[in-house]
């Protein structure tokens, strides 16, 4: 169900029209008592009549009392300002008034991101466990940190909390990339290895922002060796006690490490580029892969740099991997320049072809991650991949690496 909040009347039946089945509301002090009777309220749709100033109030008052409510904002012009500021508060999506073609679809994902988290809500009144989304690519340089970092503030603009793992322990740029100074590391868990918890990880995590908090990698490369696959899984069994979503940031290789977060993800986010090299490298990594038992489901394809003229199609790409690419993302030079300026794009930018990209991809796996909700919602933006090149399904945590936790 949506409701919408417009004292014009032409506009408020433009809006309905375009949205469907709705209730329409003059004023914005009507919506929280309209939502104390109306529990399957999932979307607000708040008119260009409504000033922004109570716009941002309703969505910073949801977002703590009802976080599965989605906002949407339509505004009659579309600024940077106008757009940091219903980020900031937790609103979904602003849309222009004059271009209402995408009011329909940023409704529908709104609706859907309700019924996952309302799906993934405990009955018992506990607090659900987080999701782990680990990123990984089997070659350096294909933006896999600038894909990670901007993936982690995408799915805390909901109101989620996020931590951001840098599980590149020699050579880990996370720290760079958010520029943020952290005091302590995951490094200084390895004491704690045995008896770690969230009280005792806590320190070691640096905050970003609201809703997004780091644990950065060792500033001594050489202390790669000393985090073991077993530190690995108390680190995130902790985290997931705390977050909503757990974001973890890879290098490129397969040591044992990197093979504990595949064991213990709920989806893997697999990068590509429309090069050669970077293309034999995924596809041995999807080789490896396919010897986890890790279910396909749990994988998605991202090819960054889609748009770039190098000979070598999307098509083509997939049919190397014998997967779908379930995101592409565009080349674009403000992606380096944002990078060092020590911005993210997503929260710079959030309009930019690619943070709707990210955009795109941080909606993908949310609804991916909440299996529950699967039999409630259906939508055209997440594509299943297809069939690893054996062709089989998986069980989870009874591959080869899931014996590391108990040694």
Known sequence: MTIIVESDRDVAARLAATVGRSAVLESIHQVEHHLVDNHQVHVVVIGPSVALDDGVRLAEALRISLPAV???????????AVLADALRSGMREVVPLNDLSGLGLAVRRAHELALALLANSSPTGQSPLGKVVTVFSAKGGVGKTTISTNLAVALAADGAQVCLVDLDLAFGDVAIALQ????????????????????????????????VYALAAPVQPDLKDAISARLVHEILESLRERFAYIVIDTPPAFDEQVLQAFDESDLIVLIATPDIPALKNLKVACETINQLNIPHQSLRVV?????????????????????????????????????NRGELLFLS?????????????????????????ASHVTTAATSQPGPLPDGGSRKRRSGLFSRRVGS
């Open 349 to 373: 930018d959030p309009r930019h072809p690619v943070s709707q990209a990210i955009g795109g991809l941080a909606h993908d796996a949310i609804i991916a991650v909440h299996p529950a909700a």
């Open 180 to 211: 943020i100074y952290p005091t302590r590391t995951i490094a200084d868990a390895i004491a704690m290895q045995g008896h770690l918890d969230s009280q005792g990880l806590d320190p070691l995590l640096t905050n970003y922002r609201d809703g």
């Open 303 to 339: 090819l960054n740099r889609a748009d770039s003229r190098v000979g070598i199609s999307s098509d083509e790409v997939a049919a190397s991997l014998q997967m779908k690419i379930t995101t592409s993302i565009p080349s674009s030079r403000d992606v380096p320049t944002s990078v």
């Open 70 to 80: 989605g906002i949407i904002l339509v505004r009659e012009s579309v600024d940077t």
